[in-house]
């Protein structure tokens, strides 16, 4: 069974408290995974590539998993890739088997997420110029609706076939990244992303959108693109 964190007004509000931290950090030991919290199948796990080093704040990426799934489903589809682009991941199971405003509104998700982000912030030295929330499905949903409530903590948003946008809060200007597949039988297109972007741009954000001629999934070149596109700054 997940930890329950009860949550204060902020979390029930959807607000993220954490912030990186200036000032050098312990010297790390070696890169790789490990678990934030208790173990248990829904526990956190954060995956910091084997290049990172204090002296150089890393990009944050917070990754958030689809409807019945948990950390242990994104660190193995994404860990190579943070790897390679010197990202540190962090992947979030939720309480129960979505996100909770999915079922009702913020709170423990957030408080949960909130206290691994002030571990990380703790531990390593983060670029606050390059903290992304991302997440795919469910996940997608939710990295669009705390990533625009927090948008001075996100500077950037990845949404990898989202269903909706569910937050009344509007925060800073992060940069967005979607993407959909035009065959998505799961979450169509349609009433989707189709929606959701020109919604966003209408808002004056910065949308970058790409559709894909396949179903409910991310092809690797749109996940190599968003990698990069997060890395280069939004670029």
């Given at each position: 069974?997940?930890?329950?964190?009860?949550?204060?007004?902020a979390a029930?509000?959807g607000?993220?408290?954490?912030?990186?931290a200036p000032?050098a950090?312990?010297?790390?030991a070696?890169?790789g995974?490990r678990?934030?919290?208790?173990?248990?199948?829904k526990?956190t796990?954060?995956?910091?590539?084997d290049?990172?080093?204090?002296v150089r704040?890393?990009p944050?990426?917070?990754f958030l998993?689809?409807a019945?799934?948990?950390?242990?489903h994104?660190l193995?589809?994404?860990?190579d890739?943070?790897?390679?682009?010197g990202?540190?991941l962090?992947?979030?199971?939720?309480?129960?088997a979505?996100?909770?405003?999915i079922?009702g509104?913020?709170g423990?998700?957030?408080?949960?997420i909130?206290r691994?982000?002030?571990?990380?912030f703790t531990?390593?030295s983060v670029d606050?110029?390059?903290?992304?929330?991302?997440?795919?499905?469910?996940g997608a949903?939710?990295?669009?609706?705390?990533?625009?409530?927090?948008g001075e903590l996100?500077t950037?948003?990845?949404a990898f076939?989202?269903?909706?946008?569910?937050s009344?809060r509007?925060q800073?200007?992060?940069?967005?990244?979607?993407?959909?597949?035009?065959?998505?039988?799961?979450?169509?297109v349609g009433?989707?992303?189709?929606r959701?972007?020109?919604?966003?741009?209408?808002q004056?954000?910065?949308?970058?959108?790409?559709?894909?001629p396949?179903?409910?999934?991310?092809?690797?070149?749109?996940?190599?693109g968003a990698?990069a596109w997060?890395?280069?700054?939004?670029?």
């Open positions: 069974m997940a930890e329950i964190i009860a949550p204060g007004p029930r509000a607000e993220l408290q954490s912030r990186p000032g950090r312990p010297a790390p070696a890169g995974l678990t934030l919290g208790p173990e248990g199948p526990r796990l954060l995956y910091v590539p290049g990172y080093d204090p704040p890393a944050l990426m917070v998993h689809g019945g799934g948990d950390a242990g994104t193995p589809a994404f860990s890739r943070a790897e390679a682009a990202i540190i962090l992947a979030p199971s939720s309480r129960g979505t996100w909770d405003v079922r509104g913020f423990p998700d957030v408080a949960a909130d691994a982000l002030d571990e990380v531990d390593y606050p110029a390059r903290v992304a929330a991302a997440g795919f499905s469910d949903s939710y990295a669009l609706s705390l990533g625009l409530g927090n996100f950037h948003i990845v076939s989202p269903g909706f946008v569910a009344p509007r800073g200007s992060p940069s967005v990244y979607i993407s959909h597949g035009v065959a998505d039988a799961v979450l169509p009433p989707c992303s189709r959701i972007v020109p919604a966003l741009e209408h004056g954000y910065d949308v970058r959108y790409h559709e894909f396949d179903g409910h999934t991310i092809p690797a070149e749109i996940a190599s990698f997060f890395v280069e700054g939004g670029r």
